[in-house]
Structures are given as C-alpha cells and as structure tokens.
C-alpha cells in the first residue's frame, strides 16, 4: 500500500508539471521520469495534453520512448533502439526493472536463464544483486531466491500501465469468469435443494415406518391372564370339576 502511495503522489506531481512543459521542456520532463527511481506508473503522463503533442513533431521519440516505458520492456528497447533516444544507466536500470515487473506478472517461477537472457544480464551473482536490491527493496516484487533450482518465485508483482486494448480483454475475462460464478452459483443451489427433497422424503418415509410399527404393536392384543392366575385355574377344574 506504501508503494502504491508513492506511486499516485509522483505521478500527481509529473502530471502537474506536464500541464506547463511544451516542446523541449516537455521531453526534459520525459527524461527525468523515465530517470526517476521511484516511479514506475507513466501512462497518466503519456495522457497528458502537452506531452501528447509531441507525436509527429521533432520530439516524437521522446513520446514513444515514455510509450516504451509504459508497457514494454528491454528487449522492446533493444529491438528498437535506433529509432528511440540514447538511455542513460538509471533509464536503462529502470526498463530493467519494468521487465522484471512483466515477467513477474505472467509466470510465478522465472527461471534465471529466462531472466539473464531478457535483461542482458552474463552471470547470477550480477542477477541475484538486480532482484534484490533494485526490485525487492524497491517493493516492485517480492519472491524468494531459490540458488539450487536457479530460479525467482515470486510471490507478489506490482501491476504495470495497462496497454492498450488490455482493459477491454480484462472486463472479458471478468465477465466470462463471473457468468461460470453464475452456473456454479445456480448448481450448487440445485444441489442444495435435491439435498433438502432427499432429507424430506426420508423423514416421511421414516415417520411412516414408524407409524405402521404403532399401528402393528396396538393391533396385537395380549391375555390379561398371568401365568399364576392359569395355574390356579387349572388346580381348581381338576378339584371341582370345572373352572371357577
């Protein structure tokens, strides 16, 4: 949450600074942007009036350098690079960074081959450092070293500037996980009730077993006459003849 703070504050700030650069000021304030080691959220700064003017002008690398720092990563640079500006070690460091961020976003274990490759890095101690010190301080991700499986899992990434078409695919996956919540939603209710019809029959069913137990048990009639009472009457017939 600290994090995400600072975030919405720095950018509040180049926001309010783009409102007044035009032209080459505008692509200074590019430079120290992309140069800032805190900030790592730029598309309300590529949004802004003044600093959008800069497409088809003499300045439009610039423009699509901040474009590159919003959503893409250093392989894009380097792709790239003849036609974008000359980055200095801290922009470098920082697209560095933001491709951690990427990679971190789509894959919970990176294994450091995948990620000495995309960030142009020769040898683990020098990728161990970059995790670290520039990612994990700097509260962009969290994870664990693991040096015996060469690998980062990560456990939290911080999101990146949505890229364009991106929210569209988000609220589609939303909507097709929320109509399977609906389904599963309405099967498990249907469960419920089969559950509670079953639950019923079998106390009906129950309740008429022992219904027609009672009815058996008082349908049975029982001589009054102990055993003792048989006895003496039969003493009684042999003396008298008959039964008293």
């Not at 690079?81 to 894959?107: G, I, R, S, Y």
């Amino acid at each position: 949450m600290e994090v995400e703070q600072k975030q919405a504050d720095l950018v509040q700030q180049f926001v309010l600074l783009a409102g007044s650069a035009r032209g080459r000021a505008a692509v200074e304030l590019i430079t120290h942007a992309t140069s800032h080691p805190q900030l790592f959220a730029f598309s309300e700064l590529l949004s802004s009036p003044h600093i959008a003017e800069l497409k088809g002008t003499e300045h439009s690398s610039a423009l699509d350098l901040l474009r590159l720092f919003a959503h893409g990563t250093w392989s894009d640079y380097k792709n790239n690079a003849q036609v974008l500006p000359q980055l200095d070690p801290q922009q470098v460091l920082k697209l560095k960074q933001l491709t951690v961020m990427t990679l971190a976003e789509t894959a919970k274990v990176l294994p450091y081959d995948l990620l000495m490759q995309q960030l142009d890095i020769s040898n683990v101690r020098e990728l161990e450092d970059l995790l670290i010190n520039d990612c994990m301080y700097s509260g962009i991700v969290r994870g664990k070293l693991d040096q015996r499986r060469r690998c980062f899992e990560v456990q939290f990434a911080a999101g990146r500037d949505l890229r364009p078409g991106q929210l569209d695919n988000m609220i589609s996956t939303l909507a097709n996980w929320l109509g399977s919540s609906d389904n599963l939603l309405l099967t498990i209710q249907e469960k419920i009730k089969w559950a509670d019809s079953m639950s019923e029959q079998d106390r009906r069913h129950k309740k008429e077993v022992e219904d027609k137990a009672e009815d058996m048990r008082k349908s049975i009639k029982v001589p009054e006459v102990s055993v003792q009472e048989n006895l003496l009457a039969d003493c009684l017939e042999k003396v008298y003849g008959h039964r008293c």
